[in-house]
């Protein structure tokens, strides 16, 4: 008796095949992880502490939905600006005390950059490009200082989720953005006196400057988003409560002390007489 099999079964068994290797097919499909989660965004701000557990034990990269969002939001507000400084004049509208005793050279100087600041390339183009650099950089220093700071204090998490962590942590900035930018529009002026540091006292020295960079960094946004990446931290399950927030406040306090320096250096670079210098 013949045992090959017949025509018929032949036919079953590749059917069944393609079944299943379009079933496995559809399967990896859906189980791909997703990169935008433009859905957490919400649940971010009103559950944190559900949301970034879901973005600790998140398969792969996270970051990108909260990163374009910041982007966008930042733009919106660099556009608002720059709008009003030109609708405002812009450039620099005051005069410096002793222009009068300046050389006819030096005038000239100082008027060709008043004009240079009011061109449509230094009200848009540059402070958006210096905008979008400073949240990619702002990310990624947090990012390698918090996945320093957990190594540092004995966690053993991936580095990738530290990096989700931290994009998700800035969420408050963009909320600052679309407040300021509703500002903007309402009052039509430039936005002063950033932070606290209206609180810092105005004696024109070298520490009276220091103070009012420092609290100029400082504000609730500041703080909330202190607290959200506190929530990343704790998600992540490697650290103690305690250890968890040693972790997050050393991360903010070497990022404001890099803010400060940079500050800091921006400012003596502003007081240069002639030329005066232009995140």
Same mark, same amino acid.
């Given at each position: 008796?013949?045992?090959?099999?017949?025509?018929?079964?032949?036919?079953?068994?590749?059917?069944?095949?393609?079944?299943?290797?379009?079933?496995?097919?559809?399967?990896?499909?859906?189980?791909?992880?997703?990169?935008?989660?433009?859905?957490?965004?919400?649940?971010?701000?009103?559950r944190p502490r559900k949301t970034f557990e879901q973005i600790a034990h998140a398969p792969g990269s996270v970051w990108l939905a909260p990163i374009v969002v910041l982007m966008a939001l930042a733009l919106a507000r660099v556009m608002a600006a720059g709008v009003i400084q030109q609708a405002t004049g812009g450039g620099i509208n005051?005069?410096?005390?002793?222009?009068?005793?300046?050389?006819?050279?030096?005038?000239?100087?100082?008027?060709?950059?008043? %004009?240079?600041?009011?061109?449509?390339?230094?009200?848009?183009?540059?402070?958006?490009?210096?905008?979008?650099?400073?949240?990619?950089?702002?990310?990624?220093?947090?990012?390698?200082?918090?996945?320093?700071?957990?190594?540092?204090?004995?966690?053993?998490?991936?580095?990738?989720?530290?990096?989700?962590?931290?994009?998700?942590?800035?969420?408050?900035?963009?909320?600052?953005?679309?407040?300021?930018?509703?500002?903007?529009? %309402?009052?039509?002026?430039?936005?002063?006196?950033?932070?606290?540091?209206?609180? %810092?006292?105005?004696?024109?020295?070298?520490?009276?400057?220091?103070?009012?960079?420092?609290?100029?960094?400082?504000?609730?946004?500041?703080?909330?988003?202190?607290?959200?990446?506190?929530?990343?931290?704790? %998600?992540?399950?490697?650290?103690?409560?305690?250890?968890?927030?040693?972790?997050?406040?050393?991360?903010?306090?070497?990022?404001?002390?890099?803010?400060?320096?940079?500050?800091?250096?921006?400012?003596?670079?502003?007081?240069?007489?002639?030329?005066?210098?232009?995140?």
């Amino acid at each position: 008796m013949s045992s090959d099999p017949s025509p018929s079964c032949l036919v079953l068994g590749k059917v069944s095949a393609m079944n299943e290797t379009s079933i496995a097919e559809t399967t990896s499909e859906s189980e791909k992880p997703r990169r935008f989660h433009f859905d957490w965004l919400l649940p971010a701000v009103i559950r944190p502490r559900k949301t970034f557990e879901q973005i600790a034990h998140a398969p792969g990269s996270v970051w990108l939905a909260p990163i374009v969002v910041l982007m966008a939001l930042a733009l919106a507000r660099v556009m608002a600006a720059g709008v009003i400084q030109q609708a405002t004049g812009g450039g620099i509208n005051e005069l410096p005390p002793d222009f009068q005793y300046w050389s006819p050279d030096q005038q000239a100087q100082f008027q060709q950059a008043a %004009a240079m600041t009011s061109n449509p390339v230094f009200v848009f183009v540059f402070p958006a490009i210096i905008t979008v650099l400073t949240i990619w950089v702002s990310w990624l220093i947090v990012g390698g200082l918090l996945n320093l700071s957990m190594a540092l204090f004995g966690a053993r998490g991936g580095g990738a989720a530290i990096m989700n962590l931290a994009a998700w942590s800035f969420i408050p900035f963009g909320v600052r953005d679309v407040v300021q930018t509703i500002a903007l529009i %309402a009052t039509q002026r430039p936005i002063q006196g950033a932070g606290l540091a209206g609180f %810092a006292p105005a004696d024109g020295g070298i520490l009276s400057a220091i103070i009012v960079i420092a609290l100029g960094l400082i504000d609730l946004y500041v703080i909330w988003h202190v607290i959200l990446l506190r929530v990343g931290v704790g %998600a992540t399950g490697g650290l103690s409560s305690g250890r968890a927030w040693a972790s997050t406040l050393l991360v903010m306090f070497l990022s404001l002390a890099g803010q400060m320096i940079i500050g800091f250096i921006g400012l003596q670079l502003s007081q240069l007489t002639v030329g005066r210098f232009f995140f």
